[in-house]
């Protein structure tokens, strides 16, 4: 086998999972990353308090795919962590989300005995909707006008500056809906999971292979890849093309921590905001696994939406409107790169795909498979 010399641009997991697989076959990998850290929006690190933060928001794995779960388990402990999420409501209650028998007590102030009693009121209150032409029609079909536009309508026109009727059905579509008391935000996962010692310290073992030279604080700029056999590019693939058909709209999040004492009691780590303020959520970090201080108060970040360019161009969420507009544009630089063939974009930029963790894992193991086997 010829070892071939090749670029990894982005230390997310994205780049972290083909930089280990290409290394592991003989390959001479060079990883840049514009940040000073590892693991992309992953890294996580020790305050002065003592907790243990997110930099980037609250990254909470979990996943059915078995083969991703053993691939991490390669690079540290992890421990099983059940996420929790409520909503803050108008009335000063919390409310769990997603949406559960105990929810929808709480909002309609009755007594719902059983699930069958729970979907029962649903089925009085939702649009009967076939074919759902955006997320309004959907939410409005599932839970019906009065939980969409109490849930969802001023959180997501704070996330996304779009109304429900403007946005993909399937942004929401990715939201379970619960007739029992199931609370969990995640319940269909087999694995719901945490590293026992953060992410950062997953990606140091994951880069740390003579075959592989990392360089943090360097931006990519276009060109260097020529200097390689092959490129994977985990940076935004409009901005590559100098947005030669115009630019891909991002969603991105500005960060304010604050200290507060910790209530006991409190079994839920994520608090949604439905009202019209700037925030959307807030973590208490103290409630993940592994990240607690010990003292009575601790960190809590809340998050404020905003466009990339307005926060250094940090770029989160591709925006996904109902009538694809930005899809069709994102194709067309796809179909431009196929024309570069030793270049391959990967991750959320790179794909212009929102994407959870064990997606991106997947996506870059099936990748970096089909790469080996036609050149390596």
Request: overall charge negative; some cysteine.
């Amino acid at each position: 086998m010829i070892r071939q010399r090749i670029l990894v641009v982005g230390a997310g997991f994205a780049g972290a999972t083909y930089a280990r697989n290409l290394a592991e076959a003989g390959h001479s990998v060079t990883v840049l990353d514009k940040r000073e850290h590892v693991g992309g929006n992953a890294y996580d690190f020790v305050d002065r308090s003592g907790t243990r933060i997110h930099r980037y928001g609250p990254h909470l794995f979990h996943t059915n795919n078995e083969e991703v779960v053993r691939w991490l388990g390669r690079w540290g402990d992890w421990v099983r962590y059940d996420h929790r999420v409520q909503a803050l409501l108008p009335s000063g209650l919390t409310a769990p989300l997603p949406i559960n028998r105990r929810t929808l007590e709480i909002v309609f102030g009755v007594e719902l005995p059983d699930a069958e009693a729970a979907q029962a009121l649903l089925a009085r209150v939702s649009d009967r909707i076939e074919h759902p032409a955006h997320a309004a029609d959907y939410l409005n079909s599932q839970i019906g006008k009065e939980l969409t536009n109490l849930f969802f309508r001023p959180y997501t026109k704070k996330m996304w500056a779009l109304d429900l009727e403007e946005l993909d059905a399937g942004v929401v579509k990715r939201l379970p809906l619960r007739f029992d008391d199931e609370d969990r935000y995640f319940p269909d996962d087999r694995f719901q999971l945490m590293p026992r010692h953060g992410y950062t310290a997953i990606f140091e073992r994951i880069f740390d292979h003579p075959n592989i030279e990392v360089e943090l604080g360097r931006a990519f700029s276009r060109g260097v890849e020529r200097d390689y056999d092959a490129a994977f590019l985990s940076v935004p693939i409009d901005e590559y093309y100098s947005e030669c058909f115009g630019p891909l709209p991002y969603r991105s999040i500005r960060f304010e921590h604050v200290t507060k004492a910790k209530q006991p009691g409190m079994s839920w780590t994520v608090t949604n905001y439905t009202d019209s303020s700037r925030w959307t959520r807030e973590t208490a970090w103290h409630l993940l696994p592994h990240h607690d201080n010990g003292l009575t108060s601790g960190p809590h970040t809340r998050e404020e939406p905003c466009d990339y360019k307005d926060n250094d161009f940090e770029r989160y969420y591709p925006v996904r409107t109902s009538d694809g507009r930005f899809q069709k544009i994102y194709e067309q630089y796809a179909k431009l790169a196929e024309e570069t063939p030793q270049i391959t974009f990967i991750g959320r930029c790179g794909l212009y795909q929102y994407l959870d963790m064990h997606q991106v894992i997947n996506q870059s193991l099936l990748g970096v498979r089909r790469w080996l086997a036609k050149y390596g």
